[in-house]
């Protein structure tokens, strides 16, 4: 079955350094969204990137998809405290209503 | 504006207890539904969704299920809880159309002893 895999599993750096989590599925997807789950909260949407190769900012967030539409990645520049938390993307599956969440990249940052 | 509601927040319940969570969602028609489980340090597992009354689509085969009895409620049940089934149970809602954004609710902490 589909597959949504996350890279790294944990980062922790320290507060200024830069961050990069990396999203690989095992088919081509429509879209990818991203989203954010802090520390003991529920899930937040993010972004979601349509087109390959689309590269989209939220201030200090970059969210790039890849041109064969089967990776993504979202970059933090200049990390801060406000970034802790965990990190997922998700993709569809083919012709439902579902996502498949990958495994999410948790973020520790250190001031 | 659409907001989503579940209760109870955290729950703790012996082995073998029945078990109902609920979520109901505002501010919208016809939305898709879906449970997620999330174990703790974990990602996201899609338990249920569904996109209409009374359609509901299992993912994973487990002692759960899930029922939508109205149009923007979806409930979460079990007639005898294991300890596997402790984890975060979240609620989402999302626009009728596929491919859009998942809203989700601040989740159910179930623990059982």
């Known amino acids: 079955g589909q597959q949504v895999m996350q890279i790294p599993q944990y980062q922790h750096v320290q507060e200024g350094e830069d961050f990069t989590t990396y999203c690989n599925s095992s088919?081509?997807?429509?879209?990818i969204q991203w989203y954010k789950q802090r520390p003991g909260g529920h899930p937040v949407f993010l972004i979601q990137l349509v087109k390959s190769g689309e590269v989209k900012k939220q201030k200090r967030l970059t969210f790039q998809f890849g041109e064969a539409k089967k990776n993504s990645s979202l970059h933090i520049t200049a990390t801060q405290t406000t970034d802790v938390g965990t990190y997922f993307c998700?993709?569809?599956?083919?012709?439902?209503?579902?996502?498949?969440f990958g495994t999410g990249t948790r973020l520790k940052v250190l001031a | 504006s659409q907001t989503i509601h579940q209760w109870p927040a955290t729950l703790v319940q012996p082995v073998g207890s029945p078990l109902s969570l609920e979520c109901t969602v505002e501010?919208?028609?016809?939305?898709?539904l879906y449970w997620y489980r999330q174990a703790a340090g974990r990602g996201l597992q899609l338990l249920f969704y569904?996109?209409?009354?009374?359609?509901i689509s299992s993912e994973v085969p487990q002692n759960l299920s899930a029922s939508r009895p109205q149009d923007r409620q979806f409930i979460l049940s079990s007639k005898k809880l294991l300890l596997s089934d402790s984890g975060f149970y979240l609620c989402a809602w999302s626009l009728e159309r596929g491919g859009n954004t998942q809203y989700f609710g601040p989740g159910t902490r179930l623990t059982v002893l």
């Open positions: 998700a993709g569809p599956t083919s012709g439902t209503y579902k996502y498949i």
């Open positions: 501010g919208t028609s016809n939305p898709n």
């Open positions: 088919t081509t997807l429509s879209n």
């Open positions: 569904s996109v209409g009354i009374g359609q």
